[in-house]
Nanobody, 125 residues
Framework: QVQLVESGGGLVQAGGSLRLSCAASGRTSSNYNMGWLRQASGKEREFVAAISASGGTTYYADSVKGRFTISRDNAKNTGYLEMASLTPADSAVYYC??????????????????WGQGTQVTVSS
């Protein structure tokens, strides 16, 4: 198990940018894939972006391609989600999650093994 703590959420104007962080601790390994998922009020949780354990492969939902960038710094045990050109449709609680090996065929779609508590992102129009 790894403990994940998201930070960086808040209120931002439409068209603005925000950077979320996901700090990991509690397990002596960084050999986990990481995903970012979000859940808007009254909506189902949806996949946003994911990155492989080494950082070599990334995946994005069509709705955020070209606007969001996922990255990780394993030396700092931290993952990041850079969000730009934000719109009210991006408002949601954002969660980071870990996927431990053995990895599934399409691991980025889930299920994930460990979850953070989430951080609220609100985009005003």
């Amino acid at each position: 198990q790894v403990q994940l703590v998201e930070s960086g959420g808040g209120l931002v104007q439409a068209g603005g940018s925000l950077r979320l962080s996901c700090a990991a601790s509690g397990r002596t390994s960084s050999n986990y894939n990481m995903g970012w998922l979000r859940q808007a009020s009254g909506k189902e949780r949806e996949f946003v972006a994911a990155i492989s354990a080494s950082g070599g492969t990334t995946y994005y939902a069509d709705s955020v391609k070209g606007r969001f960038t996922i990255s990780r710094d394993n030396a700092k045990n931290t993952g990041y989600l850079e969000m730009a050109s934000l719109t009210p449709a991006d408002s949601a609680v954002y969660y980071c999650a870990a996927d431990w090996p053995p990895y599934r065929w399409h691991w980025w779609l889930g299920p994930y093994d460990d979850w953070g508590q989430g951080t609220q992102v609100t985009v005003s129009s």
